[in-house]
């Protein structure tokens, strides 16, 4: 099976877009591997995200240590708690379909061959987001809280594969 990456960076025709990964500091070994798009809804917003970004980074260390090329990107994250009680619980609502499609797009628009996503436990930052995205690669989603973690894997595929947890 060919990588979705191998789309965007094989052949002559290719070479703007390896230059633009070269531009980043990946050299030709690194696009040799499998890329891996590793997303988190880290920020400044809410206490449940603050900490993601920390996560993320031990994600890229493991993507690495397996022998593939991590590209770290965020999504959008919107406290319930902060937001609840006046209009911007109307955004809260929306941002579930937001932050899928925005993932969904970045995973699309870089061909990346797989996804580790990484999420928290805000009630708009369930795990249900990552589950609307439509993409045909493997993914791996880890959602925190303060009592628990959780792992799941799941095979994403256009028919909606079952998950395993």
């Not at 990346?112 to 439509?134: C, E």
Request: with cysteine; aromatic share 8%; hydrophobic share 35%.
């Amino acid at each position: 099976m060919e990588l979705p990456s191998r789309k965007t960076l094989e052949g002559p025709s290719r070479a703007p877009h390896r230059a633009m990964y070269k531009a980043m500091g990946l050299k030709d070994k690194d696009l040799d591997k499998p890329i891996i798009g590793i997303s988190s809804t880290c920020n400044e917003a809410t206490p449940c995200n603050i900490h993601l970004g920390k996560l993320a980074q031990f994600a890229k260390k493991g993507t690495s240590d397996v022998n593939c090329t991590p590209r770290e990107f965020t999504a959008i994250a919107v406290s319930d708690g902060i937001a609840m009680g006046h209009e911007g619980m109307k955004a809260s609502l929306v941002s579930r379909e937001i932050i899928a499609d925005s993932i969904e797009i970045m995973m699309r628009a870089h061909q990346y061959d797989g996804l580790v996503g990484i999420s928290a436990f805000d009630i708009n930052r369930s795990i249900s987001p990552f589950f609307d995205i439509n993409i045909n690669e493997v993914a791996i989603f880890y959602q925190t809280n303060r009592t628990s973690y959780h792992c799941l894997w799941r095979y994403m595929s256009y028919h909606k594969s079952s998950c395993c947890t």
